[in-house]
């Protein structure tokens, strides 16, 4: 990786969007299935909601991935 690219301020930035991005979304994400919990007091169902909030992530991930490379990335 060039390390030219890391010093650049904009690449710096986008890359801590992202970062902060995926921090929330997997915080709301299990803070999602905590309520669950306190709502229902059930084990099974807060490990069931946890488990398919991650499933779409986990199925979809390698396919859109494929897809962004078969496909020509300014008509997507």
């Known amino acids: 990786m060039n390390l030219k690219l890391i010093k650049r301020k904009d ?4 890359i801590l969007g992202k970062l902060v991005s995926l921090l929330g979304s997997n ?3 299990f803070a999602l299935s905590l309520y669950v919990l306190a709502l229902t007091g059930s ?3 807060f490990a069931s909601m946890l488990s398919i909030s991650i499933l ?3 199925i979809l991930s ?3 991935g494929v897809f962004g490379d078969w496909f ?3 008509k997507l």
Not at 11 to 14: D, G, K, N, Y
């Open 56 to 58: 779409p992530r986990i």
């Open 62 to 64: 390698p396919i859109a």
């Open 27 to 29: 915080m709301q994400q």
């Open 43 to 45: 084990a099974t169902i």
């Open 72 to 74: 020509d990335r300014k």
């Open 11 to 14: 690449f710096s930035l986008l």
